[in-house]
């Protein structure tokens, strides 16, 4: 079969979506997705390139490629259930290497399902190797009364720039080169949610979480979405952490969501263990792989969250 992987453009949005969610549908049993939007929100953020698979002219699969600084990943990796099989997942993986080497990323992954190993053996094939489960929680909002906490939504913050490039100093701390500043403008360019800050001063938040909100975003009708979160790390970085939860637990009430969604990866165990005592549950285990076979910024002591979904 000739496959052709080229840019996806605005037009081939919608096929895009449709394929994701019956591709995801079909190996799951069950929609995944309902009404969030990751196809077209990703499509429009910078940091993001997204890749088309073709054959005949007709759109069969895509590849959404997301850098974050130094740190890279992709997906979701979708191709239409009837031409599984026939190598055109290999060369979406390949396309996507690509522009890793072209943006220099140093480190590189993918979130797959942790009960398969048809995806773990394809992208093993790649140098991506499984290191600890990942772990998507949630909370319900309702009858948590979030303790007092000193935060600001970056949205009402009078110097945006200067608030994301203090975001992008405190994730360097934590692993030279990770700057999410394209999430941060994304969230806010597309009005998908907003960005809580934690702290005294917007200019050197001790910590900050972007957060989608709602349906045609990441995070669907009746849930906040903490697609990224970050506490500076040091003394007091556990004590931030718990009250970056309680803040983000307040934006959600606000906003009127019914649940708190979030990823964290086992390995950074002081931030996991927070989370269950806290009260969130897991609801769906994944597994993230990493090339090199590093553990990056998955540490115990290292307060963030995200899932690379």
Known sequence: MNIDVRPLPATDLDAADRIVRDAFGTFLGTDLFGDTDLVRTRFRADQVVALGAYTGGELVGSNLVTRWGS??????????????????????????????????????????????PRHHGLYQKFGFWPRFLTAIMSRTVAGVPPRPARWNRLSEVGDRVAAAAACAELTGAILPGLDVHGEIDAVLDQKLGDVVLLGACSAAPDAFAVCHAGAGTEAGSGVCYVKFAAVRPGPGAGRHFAALIDACTAYAAGFGAQRLVLGVNTARHEAYRHLVESGFRTDVPGVTMHRPNEPGYDRGDVYLIDDWR
């Open 71 to 116: 740190v890279a990943y992709f997906g979701p990796l979708s191709v239409t259930p009837w031409l599984w099989g026939s190598g055109i997942g290999t060369q979406l993986i390949e396309a996507a290497l690509s522009v890793f080497g072209a943006w220099g990323a140093t480190h590189q992954g993918v979130f797959t399902f942790a009960h398969s």
